[in-house]
């Protein structure tokens, strides 16, 4: 079955301090692994999509990495507009076009 | 441009009412997908359309839920006889179809609909 998991559900940081969110998936064959940012009462926002092992992609303070089981976004020196729920999911080989997401985690940086 | 657009924004009904909801996806985008995210739980895919038809309905939870794309464009999710365990935030979301040329296309998601059943 095609699974994701995400660790740690939350995370506290202060600001300047850096830190990384990491993303463990089971799937039978990966098409994308691609990573949103939550805010409250709103829809996800894109960020990345990463296709195969070694790929980095970057974007201001986050840079997002992947190997063959999992992925990691990782925050350099983060700014309270940084807090939001970061949200991992993948799509998988024959699997139409829907995504298996991870519950999340929880980003709260403090000044 | 304008993103995917959602109505309502929130819905208040009693328990054994219908309720339809709505999705405006980015215009070109032919791929829809609608996805259902309850308090501690994870963002779960209800439905993926490509064009007007839906390949995809494993993730309808029950007869009670259906759904429709009429033009290729917007779509409508409706629940009948709501009960509280259907209490969420209904996400809508859109993509360019994928092509096999291409190997994932990102999805941009609504604001969504929260739906309290009460």
């Known amino acids: 079955e095609d699974q994701v998991t995400q660790s740690p559900e939350a995370l506290r940081l202060q600001e300047g301090e850096s830190s990384s969110l990491n993303c463990s998936y089971t799937v039978s064959g990966l098409r994308g692994l691609f990573w949103y940012r939550q805010d409250p009462g709103k829809g996800p926002e894109f960020l990345f999509t990463?296709?195969?092992a070694g790929e980095e992609k970057e974007k201001e303070r986050l840079k997002a990495t992947l190997t063959k089981k999992e992925s990691f976004l990782h925050i350099t020196a983060p700014k309270p507009e940084d807090s939001a729920t970061y949200l991992c999911?993948?799509?998988?080989?024959?699997?139409?076009?829907?995504?298996?997401f991870g519950a999340g985690t929880r980003l709260a940086v403090h000044p | 441009g304008a993103g995917v657009s959602q109505s309502p924004s929130n819905k208040v009904t009693e328990k054994g009412k219908d309720v339809e909801l709505r999705c405006d996806p980015i215009?070109?985008?032919?791929?829809l997908y609608w996805y259902r995210q309850s308090l501690g739980q994870g963002l779960e895919f209800l439905i993926y359309f490509q064009g007007n038809s839906a390949p995809d309905k494993s993730g309808l939870p029950s007869d009670r839920f259906s759904a429709e794309r009429t033009g290729g464009s917007v779509s409508t999710l409706t629940i009948q006889r709501t009960q509280q365990e259907d209490s969420a935030v209904y996400l809508c979301?859109?993509?360019?179809?994928?092509?096999?040329?291409?190997?994932?296309?990102?999805?941009?998601f609504g604001p969504g609909t929260r739906l309290t059943v009460t």
């Open positions: 979301a859109s993509s360019l179809e994928w092509s096999g040329f291409h190997f994932a296309y990102e999805q941009y």
């Open positions: 999911a993948v799509q998988a080989e024959g699997g139409y076009n829907k995504l298996i």
């Open positions: 990463l296709y195969s």
């Open positions: 215009s070109g985008h032919t791929a």
